[in-house]
């Protein structure tokens, strides 16, 4: 479990948006300060209509967070409403997509993969979630609160990563996130070569 690194949606660096949309916190890029990532984790704030950046050999997946949805539009590959907290969509980067906003700002987390380097499964529960220890990726804890094993508990807004795909020092042990709340929502991004 020490593998894996504690954030909160606070902390993390806020990058406000060329367009004037919105911002993006970044959660993790992979590997560092590198332009061209095997993957990237993210928290956008999208607060108006507008374009999405293409991202040509980049596989996307978008999670709402909070706010009233998002529209994305690019005829006549793409029409959807994304509208249920944590409910993933993957898409292509190399559509650019419109985005709209029928109820105001939302917060969204974003995964975008390199094809042909790795690939991503987003998956949202609201029960207990086995992890890899091995496996790379991202918890984000949308709503309630989380524990893991040696008890360290995590809830809404805070989440953890863990950076690399593979750890020989666990040998593929997994380890169980409980829920302790009735009402909890865990989003779960695991990265795979």
């Known amino acids: 479990m020490t593998n894996w690194q504690h954030f909160s949606f606070?902390?993390?660096?806020?990058?406000?948006?060329?367009?004037?949309?919105?911002?993006t916190r970044e959660i993790l890029s992979w590997p560092p300060g590198k332009t061209d990532f095997d993957w990237r984790a993210s928290i956008a704030t999208i607060a108006q209509d507008g374009p999405f950046?293409?991202?040509?050999?980049?596989d996307r997946s978008i999670t709402l967070l909070s706010g009233g949805g998002v529209h994305l539009l690019c005829e006549p590959e793409i029409n959807h409403h994304l509208s249920e907290t944590g409910t993933p969509f993957a898409f292509s980067g190399d559509i650019a997509l419109n985005a709209?906003?029928?109820?105001?700002?939302?917060?969204?987390?974003?995964?975008?993969?390199?094809?042909?380097?790795?690939?991503?499964?987003?998956?949202?529960?609201?029960?207990s979630l086995c992890v890899s220890?091995?496996?790379?990726?991202?918890?984000?804890?949308?709503?309630?609160?989380?524990?893991?094993?040696?008890?360290?508990?995590?809830?809404?807004?805070?989440?953890?990563?863990?950076?690399?795909?593979a750890?020989?020092?666990?040998?593929?042990?997994?380890?169980?996130?409980?829920?302790?709340s009735d009402n909890g929502l865990l989003l779960r991004a695991k990265i795979a070569r």
């Open 10 to 23: 606070e902390n993390l660096p806020v990058s406000p948006w060329k367009n004037g949309g919105g911002e």
């Open 53 to 58: 950046s293409a991202f040509p050999g980049i």
């Open 100 to 127: 709209s906003l029928p109820g105001g700002t939302t917060t969204d987390f974003n995964i975008m993969t390199r094809r042909n380097v790795c690939s991503a499964q987003v998956i949202s529960t609201a029960k």
């Open 133 to 165: 220890l091995n496996d790379g990726g991202v918890l984000y804890a949308i709503r309630g609160t989380w524990q893991w094993p040696d008890g360290r508990q995590f809830g809404g807004g805070e989440g953890f990563y863990h950076a690399t795909l």
């Open 167 to 180: 750890d020989a020092n666990h040998d593929g042990k997994s380890v169980e996130i409980t829920a302790l």
